[in-house]
């Protein structure tokens, strides 16, 4: 049998993280992301946890689609492309495996009016926004329920 395997991809920009807004996405960096979601997931029952970061979008879709199959969970956080990109949409609605869709700021709380939309919401099982890095750990949390 296969050992239970997550993906967790973050788009454009995200690996700026520790250098972009703070009051936004919080001072952590990347690698300490990645480091904290990898080692979640060992506890919570994966045993893989596959983190990938582009800021090509044609790179994250082929990614997607690679995931696509012989997976148990996807987190996915794509940065800008939430807001408009309908490839990842559709790239999205050919996943067997829960996705579900994380922002580290709160989207809808924020001023800009075309941050408060997700184009790719509806193709996800679950959206957690506005929680910082815990987003991600909540995410694994509760895929690994679905083990
Ligand atoms: C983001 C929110 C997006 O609006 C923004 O473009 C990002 C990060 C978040 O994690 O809060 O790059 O997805």
């Avoid at 979601?37 to 790179?59: L, M």
């Avoid at 309908?86 to 800009?112: G, M």
């Amino acid at each position: 049998m296969r050992r239970p395997a997550v993906a967790v991809l973050n788009g454009c920009n995200l690996n700026m993280l520790g250098r972009r807004d703070p009051r936004h996405y919080g001072a952590i960096t990347l690698a300490e992301l990645d480091d904290l979601v990898v080692s979640r997931a060992a506890a919570a029952g994966f045993a893989e946890c596959a983190c990938f970061q582009t800021n090509h979008e044609g790179s994250l879709v082929e990614k997607i689609q690679e995931f696509s199959k012989d997976l148990d969970g996807m987190i996915i956080n794509p940065g800008a492309w939430t807001h408009y990109s309908f490839a990842i949409h559709d790239a999205l609605e050919l996943v067997e495996a829960p996705v579900v869709e994380v922002h580290l700021s709160d989207i809808v709380a924020r001023p800009e009016e075309w941050r408060r939309r997700s184009v790719i919401s509806d193709v996800c099982d679950r959206t957690i926004t506005g929680k910082g890095a815990d987003g991600y750990l909540e995410a694994i949390d509760w895929l690994a329920e679905g083990l």
